[in-house]
């Protein structure tokens, strides 16, 4: 039995052995080529984000510390009506952009799904996704020179259809500056939603299709009985997407009011940029930074949460 069971061990042994370099390759290649995204992540995003909760408890002016203040800087914060506004302004125009952006982008992916043909998908895709490669700023000065009240192209276009007493300064206008802002890219076909879109619904089985057409399901029906269903998951994924990237919005502020009239579109994201580099208070900055953080994981985990409490499309 022994000299059993040292044949097996001698074997094994010989097994290793003779393993190929391609055992190893296979097994660490992955790990490699992974490292400088993970070495990224750590640099550029974990340590300053950790930092950031130790310098939100701090009197720091971006250099050194001058004392340690404890949770003094989010007492400031929150007495701060600045802030407070912010806070209110963020949860609209966030909610304003989150259900527009969606729903044209839903719209528009369930346009191209309806042609047959693939070369007029390809093209309508082309269409929706081009404006991706304009930067972000561009589009902002674009739409500082529409809302202009003077000369401007919306001003001008009410004026020349014989409602120029809507006209006004959109952008001057406590009453229509958020809005306004909020109404940016207009008519809203966000590049990555869209892409998304179609990707899921091209990707539903095509007997699901065939069921509905069999069970004369009109077009209306199979997007609300077939359709939102099995796009939950891209759904709540571009949600989240977009909650988070309007919780850090300053792109706006930056171009085309600088958070005025008054208050009226300060989001915490300015807040965080004039503490930092018009007034030095990087403490101040970056506890606004924190709770920023809060509210979106906050946010992304009760939506995760709510994507996969009950789906079917995943195990229990």
Not at 153 to 160: D, E, I, K, T
Request: proline fraction near 4%.
């Amino acid at each position: 039995m022994s000299s059993m069971s040292g044949s097996v061990e001698t074997s094994r042994r010989r097994t290793r052995e003779r393993r190929s370099a391609g055992y190893y390759v296979n097994k660490y290649l992955p790990w490699i080529l992974l490292a400088p995204v993970l070495v990224h992540l750590v640099i550029f995003r974990y340590i300053p984000t950790f930092s950031a909760f130790f310098y939100s408890l701090t009197d720091w002016d971006g250099i050194r510390i001058r004392r340690f203040l404890g949770l003094r800087n989010f007492e400031d914060l929150f007495a701060d009506y600045v802030f407070l506004d912010g806070l209110r302004n963020m949860a609209i125009y966030t909610s304003l952009r989150v259900v527009l952006l969606i729903a044209f982008a839903f719209l528009a992916a369930e346009f191209v799904i309806s042609f047959r043909s693939a070369a007029v998908r390809t093209f309508w895709k082309i269409v929706f996704v081009v404006p991706m490669v304009v930067p972000i700023s561009v589009t902002y000065l674009l739409w500082g020179f529409i809302f202009a009240p003077q000369n401007g192209m919306l001003n001008s276009l009410l004026q020349a259809i014989g409602l120029a007493e809507m006209a006004r300064p959109w952008l001057g206008s406590s009453a229509t500056a958020l809005y306004s802002i909020a109404f940016v890219q207009f008519p809203f076909i966000s590049g990555l939603a869209f892409l998304v879109f179609v990707s899921a619904l091209e990707g539903i089985p095509r007997d699901v299709m065939d069921a509905c057409e069999i069970e004369g399901c009109g077009r209306i029906r199979r997007v609300f009985a077939v359709d939102i269903p099995m796009l939950r998951g891209s759904l709540i994924f571009i949600a989240v997407l977009l909650v988070l990237s309007g919780i850090q919005a300053v792109e706006p502020q930056l171009i085309l009011t600088k958070g005025g009239p008054g208050t009226a579109t300060e989001t915490p994201g300015w807040y965080v940029y004039r503490a930092a580099f018009q007034y030095g208070d990087f403490g101040l900055a970056a506890a606004a930074g924190v709770v920023m953080v809060f509210v979106g994981l906050v946010f992304s985990y009760y939506t995760v949460r709510a994507r996969y409490k009950g789906a079917y499309d995943v195990g229990q």
